[in-house]
Structures are given as structure tokens and as C-alpha cells.
């Protein structure tokens, strides 16, 4: 259990560190750890490979003109 919740942990401060939410001193401390453990090398590995992947191959649908002033003009009344 207290594995578990130490790669929750670790977890969570990679989410942290990939959307650059860190500290120095935090970051530094995850890329030793991930450096030393190869559990959280592997989650570390893992979530940049897959945030990759999403930033990478998503299409993202662009909006039209309509309708974007159509959203302006109700946010407007």
C-alpha cells in the first residue's frame, strides 16, 4: 500500500512537472527520483509519451466564424 501511494504521489508531481507547475527545487527532486527508481522513470516515460501522442495526432476541429460571434453575442446580453 504504501507503494501505491507513493507512486499517487509521484504521479501526481509528474502531471505537475509536464505542465511545467514545479518548482526548481520540486523538479529536481522528481528527475533524481525518476532517475533512481525505474518505476517512476517508467511513469515519467509513459506520461510524456502519451501527452505526446495526444498533442501530436489530435485533430482539433476550428471553429467557425458564425459561430464564435454567435457565442460573443449571447455572452454580450
Not at 501526481?12 to 522528481?30: A, F, G, I, R, T
Not at 489530435?58 to 455572452?75: C, G, T
Given at each position: 500500500?504504501?507503494?501505491?501511494?507513493?507512486?499517487?504521489?509521484?504521479?501526481?508531481?509528474?502531471?505537475?512537472?509536464?505542465?511545467?507547475?514545479?518548482?526548481?527545487?520540486?523538479?529536481?527532486?522528481?528527475?533524481?527520483?525518476?532517475?533512481?527508481?525505474?518505476?517512476?522513470?517508467?511513469?515519467?516515460?509513459?506520461?510524456?509519451?502519451?501527452?505526446?501522442?495526444?498533442?501530436?495526432?489530435?485533430?482539433?476541429?476550428?471553429?467557425?466564424v458564425e459561430?464564435?460571434?454567435?457565442?460573443?453575442?449571447?455572452?454580450?446580453?
Amino acid at each position: 500500500m504504501k507503494q501505491n501511494n507513493y507512486l499517487d504521489h509521484f504521479s501526481h508531481q509528474v502531471n505537475l512537472y509536464l505542465d511545467n507547475e514545479l518548482s526548481k527545487e520540486d523538479e529536481k527532486d522528481l528527475l533524481q527520483r525518476a532517475g533512481s527508481d525505474p518505476n517512476c522513470s517508467g511513469l515519467l516515460t509513459h506520461e510524456a509519451s502519451f501527452r505526446d501522442l495526444i498533442k501530436f495526432n489530435m485533430k482539433r476541429s476550428i471553429a467557425s466564424v458564425e459561430l464564435i460571434d454567435n457565442i460573443k453575442s449571447k455572452i454580450k446580453k
